[in-house]
């Protein structure tokens, strides 16, 4: 499987930046989706996140300000982000949960299990 992510860039403080992750290869199910972000110097933090049935969380500082939806027919992630702040300054992944079921033979049984997957982030710089 592999992310692709885009729509990073400079903008000005209080404008819009939309982000974008694709991913492709082999994608039985997309599960859980997030934007993650590293700002320089500092430790890598969740953004926001959105399950299977588009149920969706925020990190405190950019509630009411960033939105992350999903396209499942596309295998795309969308972070719409508006009123940019100069701390919103980073590089953003994507990060991807998919489960992959396999057959356990003899049992007629299942296995079940999540692989995380992350794209190659994409820069996001905010000046005031």
């Known amino acids: 499987v592999q992310l692709q992510a885009s729509g990073g860039g400079l903008v000005q403080s209080g404008e819009s930046l939309t982000l974008s992750c694709t991913a492709s290869g082999s994608i039985s199910y997309l599960d859980t989706e997030r934007w993650y972000r590293q700002a320089p110097g500092k430790q890598r933090e969740l953004v926001a996140s959105?399950?299977?049935?588009?149920?969706?969380a925020y990190a405190d500082s950019v509630t009411g300000r960033f939105t992350i939806s999903r396209d499942n027919a596309k295998a795309t992630v969308n972070l719409q982000m508006s009123d940019l702040k100069p701390e919103d300054t980073a590089v953003y992944y994507c990060?991807?949960?998919?489960?992959?079921?396999?057959?356990?033979?003899?049992?007629?049984?299942?296995?079940?299990?999540?692989?995380?997957?992350w794209g190659q982030g994409t820069l996001v710089t905010v000046s005031s």
């Open positions: 990060n991807v949960d998919v489960r992959v079921t396999a057959p356990i033979p003899g049992t007629g049984r299942e296995d079940v299990r999540i692989d995380t997957y």
């Open positions: 959105i399950t299977r049935s588009e149920s969706t």
